[in-house]
């Protein structure tokens, strides 16, 4: 009864360099949540996807930042020439159906050097 | 966008003392979430509410649904050590879609043995 898979754990890149975050929902669960976290704050959410659907990207930096969430296979969170204030925990959320609970994976830290 | 005002900011407290926190938004909530977060984790679900006035227990926790559904608070009874870590508020306001949630920035809760 596997939970939320994010990988991975922790991630460093060098500015310039892609960020490519996966996240495997709970089994069965077809709603994906991405949301980031900065050192001493709150969860922000950043996108909302369906299988093969963005449903709500109104967090999400419009430039450099992509989800995708395909028919087979993770979700991925793509973040192009990553910068300093990129570093952060960005977690990924499952839920069965709208408005239904949402459970959070571990994280993936991500330090930008 | 909508905000969550969490307080207090964090808590000081000798194991075997109550804790009480609260949540409270200018916008009106269909669901109340409280969720716990330990260093390096994810946040874990502790209660949800879904109804205003609700009145509901998890062990120690115990969380209410504002009548008003702008507010919500979490009582911990009898804290042990190992419910030290991050206590958030969350939830989708009525006008967002899916279960896209928005978070208070988080009670911080050290527990003196």
């Known amino acids: 009864n596997a939970g939320v898979m994010q990988n991975p754990r922790h991630l460093v890149r060098r500015r310039g360099q892609e960020a490519r975050l996966r996240c495997s929902p709970v089994?069965?669960?077809?709603?994906v949540y991405w949301y980031r976290q900065l050192p001493e704050e709150g969860l922000k959410f950043m996108v909302y996807?369906?299988?093969?659907?963005?449903?709500?990207e109104s967090g999400m930096p419009k430039e450099r930042f992509s989800a995708e969430f395909p028919k087979e296979g993770p979700s991925i969170l793509r973040i192009q020439q990553v910068v300093r204030g990129d570093s952060a925990a960005y977690f990924c959320?499952?839920?069965?159906?709208?408005?239904?609970?949402?459970?959070f994976g571990q994280g993936t830290r991500l330090t930008v050097v | 966008g909508q905000q969550l005002n969490q307080s207090p900011q964090s808590m000081f407290i000798q194991e075997g003392e109550d804790v009480s926190m609260n949540c409270t938004s200018s916008s009106i909530f269909n669901t109340w979430l409280w969720y716990k977060q330990d260093p390096g984790e994810g946040p874990v679900l502790l209660i949800a509410?879904?109804?205003?006035?609700e009145l509901t227990s998890n062990g120690r926790l115990t969380a209410q649904f504002g009548t008003t559904r702008k507010d919500s608070f979490l009582n911990i009874s009898a804290s042990i050590p190992s419910d030290v870590g991050i206590y958030f508020c969350?939830?989708?306001?009525?006008?967002?879609?899916?279960?896209?949630?928005?978070f208070g920035e988080g009670t911080q809760l050290t527990v003196n043995p």
């Open positions: 996807l369906q299988k093969e659907n963005i449903i709500d």
């Open positions: 969350a939830g989708p306001p009525w006008e967002t879609s899916g279960s896209r949630l928005t």
């Open positions: 959320a499952s839920s069965q159906a709208t408005n239904t609970e949402a459970f």
């Open positions: 509410l879904y109804k205003a006035g």
């Open positions: 089994k069965g669960h077809s709603h």
